[in-house]
């Protein structure tokens, strides 16, 4: 019989995907679960397959990301630079996760600086990252007993463009989130102060940022704490 | 009877209430630790079901804070988790000593099966 310190010995691919498998067995057992429900009262099932929809979309998005994560860094898939307005893409991040914030009860606050320089990133690879790491927010704040909105925010920092999500006040430090990874795939819960569960999310979108040549790190926006990433502006762009 | 849910994911969460609730028990329903406390604490459980995987303190630290109050030495907990038998096996003694009735697999559990092992617990006699 396997034995729980047996985890310690998978490389970190086997371990993001261990952890990718864990997270996606909830979304799938609340699947099977709401169909359970629905095959005995017919009445709310149009209701509960609708929130199945939303289910199965988010649970995609994650495997989708996880996927593209392994093409882009095992150079099946090429990155398609291109200059990228921050604000717009934390925008269509928020209209991402949307659906999926609604049925947690969790409401996004987008509030982007203006006038911020466009950085050249592969749009689709950060898009996908926060939309991953938006999901694990959202989760951590419905887990809360005082829940927050999730905020989505980018702003200059010392080193570029800031953009990332925050919470609640003193959910991460970075001791948690270095302790996380080193936990990633080892433990069930690598960042039991922030969420219950693997949070692959979180990972996943790290792995996607490693691909740009970005880090996930955490960082604060006013009294909030958050994971974030730092993306250098263009100075070529700037003078178009 | 009067059951106890302390489960994270609200979704999730929202299914067991309502398959509890139409198996005719009242459900009280906390996502954490501290609020599960706060909730005993307004009226006392006839059974808890506890995911061991939460934010903030996790199940084990609960259960050891839950059997610490006299009232609620003999109130039945039965573990609801994400984490497999063979892992919880190592803490076999530790359930035993926390009056842990029974634990059930989460993606081997219908929820047919978790009502009708909520049904079988025998309330604390109060």
Same mark, same amino acid.
């Given at each position: 019989?396997?034995?729980?310190?047996?985890?310690?010995?998978?490389?970190?691919?086997?371990?993001?995907?261990?952890?990718?498998?864990?997270?996606?067995?909830?979304? &799938?057992? @609340? $699947?099977?679960? =709401? +169909?359970?429900?629905?095959? *005995?009262? #017919?009445?709310?099932?149009?209701?509960?397959?609708?929130?199945?929809?939303?289910?199965?979309?988010?649970?995609?998005?994650?495997?989708?990301?996880?996927?593209?994560?392994?093409?882009?860094?095992?150079?099946?898939?090429?990155?398609?630079?291109?200059?990228?307005?921050?604000?717009?893409?934390?925008?269509?991040?928020?209209?991402?996760?949307?659906?999926?914030?609604?049925?947690?009860?969790?409401?996004?606050?987008?509030?982007?600086?203006?006038?911020?320089?466009?950085?050249?990133?592969?749009?689709?690879?950060?898009?996908?990252?926060?939309?991953? &790491?938006? @999901? $694990?927010?959202? =989760? +951590?704040?419905?887990?809360? *007993?005082? #829940?927050?909105?999730?905020?989505?925010?980018?702003?200059?920092?010392?080193?570029?463009?800031?953009?990332?999500?925050?919470?609640?006040?003193?959910?991460?430090?970075?001791?948690?989130?270095?302790?996380?990874?080193?936990?990633?795939?080892?433990?069930?819960?690598?960042?039991?102060?922030?969420?219950?569960?693997?949070?692959?999310?979180?990972?996943?979108?790290?792995?996607?940022?490693?691909?740009?040549?970005?880090?996930?790190?955490?960082?604060?926006?006013?009294?909030?704490?958050?994971?974030?990433?730092?993306?250098?502006?263009?100075?070529?762009?700037?003078?178009? | 009877?009067?059951?106890?849910?302390?489960?994270?994911?609200?979704?999730?969460?929202?299914?067991?209430?309502?398959?509890?609730?139409?198996?005719?028990?009242?459900?009280?329903?906390?996502?954490?630790?501290?609020?599960?406390?706060?909730?005993?604490?307004?009226?006392?459980?006839?059974?808890?079901?506890?995911?061991?995987?939460?934010?903030?303190?996790?199940?084990?630290?609960?259960?050891?804070?839950?059997?610490?109050?006299?009232?609620?030495?003999?109130?039945?907990?039965?573990?609801?988790?994400?984490?497999?038998?063979?892992?919880?096996?190592?803490?076999?003694?530790?359930?035993?000593?926390?009056?842990?009735?029974?634990?059930?697999?989460?993606?081997?559990?219908?929820?047919?099966?978790?009502?009708?092992?909520?049904?079988?617990?025998?309330?604390?006699?109060?």
């Amino acid at each position: 019989m396997q034995q729980f310190g047996d985890r310690a010995q998978l490389n970190s691919q086997e371990r993001l995907f261990l952890s990718l498998s864990e997270q996606l067995s909830r979304p &799938l057992l @609340q $699947v099977a679960q =709401l +169909a359970e429900l629905a095959a *005995d009262d #017919p009445e709310t099932a149009a209701e509960r397959w609708r929130l199945v929809q939303i289910i199965a979309q988010s649970s995609l998005h994650l495997v989708e990301s996880y996927a593209l994560s392994l093409r882009v860094s095992g150079k099946i898939t090429p990155l398609e630079m291109e200059p990228v307005t921050v604000s717009s893409l934390l925008y269509d991040t928020a209209g991402a996760l949307e659906p999926f914030a609604k049925q947690y009860g969790v409401s996004l606050e987008l509030d982007p600086a203006l006038r911020m320089q466009p950085i050249m990133a592969d749009r689709m690879v950060l898009q996908s990252a926060m939309v991953s &790491l938006g @999901q $694990v927010f959202v =989760l +951590a704040q419905s887990q809360s *007993d005082e #829940p927050s909105p999730v905020h989505l925010n980018a702003h200059r920092g010392r080193y570029g463009v800031v953009a990332g999500l925050y919470g609640g006040s003193a959910l991460l430090g970075k001791d948690n989130l270095r302790r996380a990874y080193a936990l990633q795939g080892r433990a069930r819960q690598p960042l039991q102060r922030l969420v219950s569960g693997p949070a692959a999310g979180v990972f996943v979108a790290d792995s996607l940022l490693h691909t740009l040549a970005a880090r996930l790190h955490v960082a604060r926006y006013r009294s909030l704490t958050g994971l974030a990433t730092t993306l250098q502006p263009s100075q070529q762009l700037q003078l178009i | 009877m009067h059951v106890l849910l302390i489960e994270p994911d609200k979704l999730q969460a929202d299914v067991y209430v309502q398959a509890l609730q139409r198996n005719g028990h009242t459900v009280a329903h906390a996502v954490s630790a501290q609020g599960a406390v706060h909730l005993a604490d307004e009226q006392t459980p006839d059974v808890v079901v506890l995911e061991l995987q939460l934010p903030g303190h996790n199940g084990v630290e609960f259960l050891y804070e839950f059997r610490s109050y006299h009232e609620w030495l003999e109130v039945p907990v039965m573990v609801h988790s994400f984490v497999p038998p063979y892992e919880l096996a190592r803490a076999v003694t530790l359930t035993k000593e926390l009056g842990v009735v029974c634990t059930l697999y989460k993606p081997e559990t219908s929820l047919q099966n978790l009502c009708a092992v909520v049904a079988a617990a025998k309330p604390a006699a109060s």
